[in-house]
């Protein structure tokens, strides 16, 4: 049973996290960047530690090794990751493992296997899970880019095959755009 949770994200995320936790009857913890002193999930947690000092927001929240020591500092059951920052994280996943801190998500694995997007469609596929028509990984060549997606047919998305939280998605009407979208 989960008594003691920290989330390790800040905002509204972590604020949400809270709130239910609260509600379950667990002791919430969050952590902070220097930057975000007055911010109010720091004062929704029962507890809050500043972690990062010295360094941005963002480098301060994907500290893994000051997480997790916070974590063991206060003898924390699990952690929430929020989402962003170390959410998607195999080894942020690992590391709670390893110090036997539940991980409130998926496991490293899964996280491995699913945040390349080739292997999770070919697992999707292996399931017999119906998926959108698509190619393979792009090779280098020009014209053999423009064979696949002719292949599948426009218009289509080309996909980074690894993460990005869909930034690396790009729409193509027309063979024209093709290649440098892909590059």
């Not at 969050?30 to 010295?54: M, Q, T, W």
């Not at 920052?85 to 080894?91: D, G, I, K, V």
């Not at 292997?119 to 880019?145: F, M, Q, W, Y």
């Amino acid at each position: 049973m989960i008594r003691r949770l920290l989330v390790a994200n800040r905002s509204e995320i972590a604020i949400r996290v809270f709130r239910a936790a609260t509600a379950l009857g667990i002791r919430t913890f969050a952590v902070y960047a220097e930057e975000d002193e007055l911010s109010l999930h720091r004062f929704k947690a029962d507890e809050a530690y500043l972690i990062g000092k010295g360094r941005g927001p963002i480098q301060a929240y994907l500290s893994i090794d000051e997480l997790i020591r916070v974590a063991k500092d206060h003898q924390i059951d699990a952690i929430h990751p929020g989402y962003g920052f170390l959410a998607e994280s195999p080894e942020f996943a690992a590391a709670c493992a390893h110090e036997d801190i539940a991980f409130i998500g998926p496991s490293p694995a899964t996280m491995r296997m699913l945040g390349n997007k080739v292997k999770a469609r070919n697992l999707a596929i292996s399931c017999g899970i119906p998926v959108t028509p698509a190619s393979g990984p792009l090779p280098d060549d020009p014209e053999a880019i423009l064979w696949a997606a002719k292949a599948v047919g426009f218009p289509i998305m080309v996909k980074a095959s690894w993460g990005g939280g869909g930034r690396g998605m790009r729409p193509i009407d027309t063979e024209d755009t093709l290649v440098d979208a892909v590059k």
